[in-house]
């Protein structure tokens, strides 16, 4: 066996090493990170809401549910493999609780040569112990001992031997006892997955209910990473309610389907790292399943879903690899290229008419800072230019979206660009944070040179500049404002010089006003709802918040 599952490790090792980057999704399902990183679990419980009982078993590369054995417990508890503590409330631990506890030592005593689940669970049943799956075999183990003496002098009884749980393996237990319905361990090559029976089903996990199955990668001698199992569609009907609003008009909610469902099946980012396709919060998509209580999936929700089964955005005939979106975008959306640096062709910036045409809530904002915290929120975040004396706009895009900040402090200064406008300002110290890329500090707009020209210097002011008009013709410019052309049609520039830095100026406070809630990239939410409500199909939302694209 040893031989066996050495060699299994190495071509599956291969394999993983030497795949082609693939799109996330197979066979039309999703994994769906719940708890992982800092949010792992010792124990994770499962309760049925529909449904009788659960299959063990673990999930293929193909994502098929090979089946190992089943309980008919509804709940279930997914526990480290190790000495575990129980408290009085039935909370399991890795150490010691405070209060009346009772231990499950980590030595068994093993009994091997079983063919199936069922002889397993039968000598299980008459020796008082449970059935596991250990290296791709069927045994029964007995006994929680609290030291490896113990465990043999107890195997002679059972005519077993004395083993030790390790640092991959999983015990599942009936929720808030030490009863063990079951134990996984394949060193960690494939994770335990927990299937619910019956055809409907859905499964209480976190205050939540979620369809589909559950897996649950072990950090070898840590906890337990929960994975939501799902199909594709059904994980969409997860997801719009959670980002858009479940009573939101339908071609709103439909082309929120198509930008969710194309989004999970264009990234991957997590599936090396993680072994799922996509988180379950914003730094994806917000994701609850079937919601908590009343909350959740409505019928109109479920419907945009349904109505654009298998629909996603295409761009030049390749499925898009991000169709982002944010909650709204204060008065237009902007180039990809101007927030993360990347030129992508249907992530194109435009005026939005359309957005100021419903109610945003929270649509704009005022957030104020001290210069002694914008000082330790730059120290801390490793860009440090002493005492922060001034922090102003030094650029934005002929869309009116902010492209660079810059900080002048006693030590230097410091510019930013992109999305990094934005999320320099965020701070939990603090409570924080720029919603969007659509703001001004202190009501100011230019930064210390007034003008940008070609990037290689700034004008103090347009006065008496000179310019090449469209004809050709040479001019001198009056007055401190013109009109320029510009992708985004006429947009008025200024080169009125900001206002002097010092205290005298800003008060040793720095006033942000902004609009707009997001990146401001790819489609507002608030938009779409706009459009909708206006008349507009979810193609014609979908064609106007991303450039050159088709839906199919």
Not at 39 to 55: H, I, K, P, R, T
Not at 454 to 481: C, F, K, P, R, Y
Request: aromatic residues 12%.
């Amino acid at each position: 066996m040893k031989n066996k599952l050495l060699i299994l490790f190495f071509v599956v090792t291969f394999f993983v090493l030497n795949a082609p980057e693939a799109l996330a999704v197979s066979n039309g399902i999703v994994k769906v990170g719940l708890r992982y990183g800092s949010s792992a679990l010792f124990s994770a419980n499962l309760e049925n809401a529909v449904g009788s009982g659960y299959e063990f078993g673990y999930f293929e590369e193909d994502r098929s549910f090979t089946s190992l054995g089943w309980t008919e417990e509804t709940a279930i508890s997914m526990t480290a493999a190790g000495t575990i503590y129980m408290d009085g409330s039935g909370v399991y631990s890795p150490s010691v609780p405070a209060g009346g506890f009772r231990a499950m030592g980590e030595w068994h005593v093993q009994i091997s040569g079983f063919r199936s689940f069922d002889e397993a669970a039968g000598r299980a049943r008459s020796e008082g112990g449970w059935p596991a799956w250990v290296d791709w075999e069927y045994v029964v183990r007995v006994g929680c001992y609290d030291s490896q003496g113990e465990a043999e002098s107890a195997a002679g009884r059972y005519g077993g031997q004395a083993v030790c749980s390790s640092s991959t393996g999983v015990m599942v237990t009936r929720t808030r006892t030490t009863e063990i319905l079951f134990e996984f361990d394949c060193s960690g090559v494939y994770a335990l997955g927990i299937r619910p029976s019956g055809r409907e089903t859905s499964t209480w996990f976190k205050g939540y209910k979620y369809g589909g199955g559950f897996e649950y990668p072990r950090v070898t001698g840590g906890n337990l990473n929960v994975v939501n199992v799902i199909g594709l569609e059904d994980y969409v009907k997860g997801v719009i309610p959670y980002e858009m609003g479940g009573t939101w008009p339908l071609e709103a909610l439909e082309a929120q389907a198509v930008c969710a469902r194309t989004f999970v099946q264009g990234h991957s980012k997590h599936l090396g790292s993680n072994g799922f396709d996509v988180c379950n919060g914003v730094d994806c998509q917000v994701y609850n399943g079937h919601g908590s209580g009343g909350a959740g999936p409505s019928e109109t929700s479920d419907q945009a879903v349904e109505n654009t089964a298998g629909l996603c955005i295409y761009y030049k005939g390749t499925l898009v690899q991000d169709a982002v979106y944010h909650s709204s975008d204060g008065g237009a959306t902007e180039d990809g290229a101007n927030v993360w640096g990347t030129d992508t062709g249907y992530l194109k910036g435009k005026t939005d008419p359309y957005e100021a045409q419903t109610t945003v809530p929270n649509g704009s904002y005022t957030v104020t800072y001290t210069a002694g915290e914008l000082s330790w929120i730059l120290d801390q975040k490793g860009h440090s230019v002493g005492t922060v004396q001034d922090v102003y706009v030094s650029e934005y895009t002929p869309l009116g979206n902010v492209k660079q900040v810059t900080f002048v402090g006693s030590g230097g200064t410091k510019t930013f660009t992109g999305d990094d406008c934005r999320m320099i300002f965020y701070s939990s110290t603090y409570q924080k944070s720029v919603s969007s890329m659509r703001f001004d500090i202190n009501g100011r707009r230019g930064g210390s040179g007034g003008l940008s020209v070609n990037g290689t210097g700034q004008l103090s002011s347009l006065d008496g500049a000179t310019v090449i008009s469209g004809g050709g013709t040479i001019g001198t410019l009056q007055g401190n404002t013109a009109w320029a052309i510009t992708s985004a049609g006429a947009v008025a520039v200024s080169g009125e010089a900001r206002q002097p830095t010092g205290g005298e100026s800003h008060n040793g406070n720095f006033v942000i006003t902004g609009t707009g809630n997001g990146h401001n990239v790819g489609m507002s939410q608030y938009g779409a709802k706009a459009m909708a409500e206006l008349g507009y199909s979810s193609r014609e939302i979908l064609s106007f918040y991303y450039t050159d694209i088709t839906i199919e």
